[in-house]
């Protein structure tokens, strides 16, 4: 019977047949050690010499790392192995050698991996940072259709900005300028007020010239709208949705998480309610850890985040940033205009800023201030305006960074393995 490695154990005792890879191999003279992957996920099948015929027994020892085969066997049960199975192997059936794989067991240098992504994808730490990809992507939906949202897309190509320009990528739109999608928010605020509750995930795009273990050129982000919803309400949103993800990983990629030795103990206290810090706090805090330059109207940047979110055992949100360091849309705070109603939530342990949301300004008149102060003008702009001239009402929304996401979920250094083919500030291949 044909089955996966993720089904093997139904068929415990049964002999089965799995289609997959040779990932390692280890051999002596009276047995081999196959380490074999299906796409499914990893099992050792276990070929002893004196129980297979000696053509499965020769091919066993001459077989190449990232051969193809056909593997009939036994599933037995294994305590030992993350999976908790292994196959005593009866017959191999070569599809396709591999000749002179490049990516060997010895360790490679980030470069070279990098240079090979197609093919490192197959290794067993990529195959399990895509996992947990996977399940936070299916969480979203779960969560967010659980809670009454209905998906929209917004464009790719737009004529606008919708967090500032110097990180937008220009082409030509036939005659016209156009720029990939820095963010689909203003979309998802027409959407709001068309459908009430609304989230997008999509590719976003950000000519950012910087090099640093969380800036990706090409990111997925998640964001949702909401109309009849103030700052307050989506923080709660917000933070019921984090738990949501990291308990959804942490429940159904037990296996992916051993493999990545993710201490998990700090994803288990990952629960509504977060902690709430504003921004004046945020900076007495620095001043307390010894970050004197910081002064207040400043942006943090990396250092201050981790500084500040070590002071927390939970993803903190930073709340009430200063107007002028933030986007053109957010609503002042009505009892101190100078800060707007807005939060970031910083992740633990350095992971930076995975969330940034706010309060819309819904008043049409301080909108149209707003696009004196940042010289927003023409058609792409006027139909946003419009969103406050008929029925306009209170809401809020936010984007969560996908790959930043899955990087502190999953404990790793650097964003670009969170993504399956980064696009990074030297890399557009493979
Ligand atoms: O804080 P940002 O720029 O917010 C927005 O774009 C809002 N319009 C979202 C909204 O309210 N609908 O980006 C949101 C998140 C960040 O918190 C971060 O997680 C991620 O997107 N992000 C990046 N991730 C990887 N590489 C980059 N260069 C990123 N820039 C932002
Ligand atoms: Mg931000």
Redesign the pocket.
């Known amino acids: 019977m044909k089955t996966t490695i993720d089904k093997v154990h139904e068929h415990v005792g049964e002999e089965v047949t799995l289609g997959g890879w040779l990932a390692n191999k280890r051999s002596s003279g009276k047995i081999a050690f196959l380490q074999l992957r299906d796409g499914t996920g990893f099992i050792q099948g276990v070929v002893v010499k004196a129980e297979v015929n000696e053509e499965t027994f020769e091919l066993a020892k001459r077989i190449t790392q990232e051969s193809s085969l056909y593997v009939t066997g036994t599933i037995v049960k294994d305590e030992r192995s993350p999976l908790g199975y292994e196959m005593h192997v009866k017959k191999l059936e070569l599809i396709h050698e591999a000749v002179d794989y490049p990516i060997t067991p010895k360790n490679h240098g980030t470069e070279f991996l990098m240079d090979h992504r197609h093919l490192w994808l197959r290794s067993r730490k990529q195959h399990a940072l895509m996992k947990i990809r996977n399940e936070v992507i299916r969480a979203t939906y779960e969560f967010f259709n659980e809670q009454g949202f209905i998906k929209v897309d917004p464009p790719i190509l737009t004529g606008a900005s ?2 500032g320009t110097t990180e937008l990528f220009h082409t030509k739109y036939f005659d016209e300028d156009a720029y990939l999608s ?4 203003l979309y ?1 605020e027409a959407a709001a007020m068309a459908f009430g509750k609304v989230f997008s995930f999509g590719p ?1 795009f ?1 000519a ?1 010239k ?1 090099k640093t273990r ?4 090409e ?1 997925w ?1 998640i ?3 909401m109309a009849f919803m103030d700052h307050e309400d989506s923080l709660e949103l917000q933070e019921q949705y984090v738990s949501y993800i990291v308990q959804s990983v942490l429940k159904n990629c037990q296996i992916e998480l051993k493999t990545l030795d993710r201490d998990t103990s700090k994803l288990e206290n990952v629960q509504a309610p977060f902690p709430r810090i504003t921004y004046d706090d945020a900076i007495k805090l620095l001043h307390e850890k010894g970050f004197d330059d910081i002064e207040w109207g400043e942006d943090f940047g990396a250092p201050h985040e981790t500084a500040i979110a070590e002071s927390f055992d939970k993803p903190v949100f930073i709340t009430h940033y200063p107007a002028k360091i933030k ?1 053109f849309y957010m609503k002042p705070d009505p009892d101190r205009p100078e800060v707007v109603l807005c939060a ?2 910083i992740a633990p342990e350095g992971y930076g ?6 309060q819309r300004i819904d008043d049409l008149e301080l909108m149209e201030k707003r696009y004196e102060e940042h010289h927003l003008h023409g058609p792409a702009y006027e139909w946003y305006l419009e969103l406050r001239k008929y029925g306009s009402v209170p809401h809020s ?5 996908l ?3 899955v990087a502190w979920i999953a404990g790793i250094e650097h ?1 670009r393995e969170a993504i399956p083919f980064p696009r990074l500030l030297n890399r557009l291949y493979p």
């Not at 969380?214 to 050129?217: D, G, N, S, V």
């Not at 800023?353 to 706010?358: A, F």
């Not at 929304?397 to 960074?401: H, R, T, V």
């Open positions: 919708a967090e820095q963010s689909g928010q998802m976003t950000r950012e910087s969380r800036h990706l050129i990111f982000m964001e949702p709208e986007a970031d939530l800023e995975i969330i940034g949301g706010s929304g936010f984007g969560l960074g790959e930043r996401t964003v």
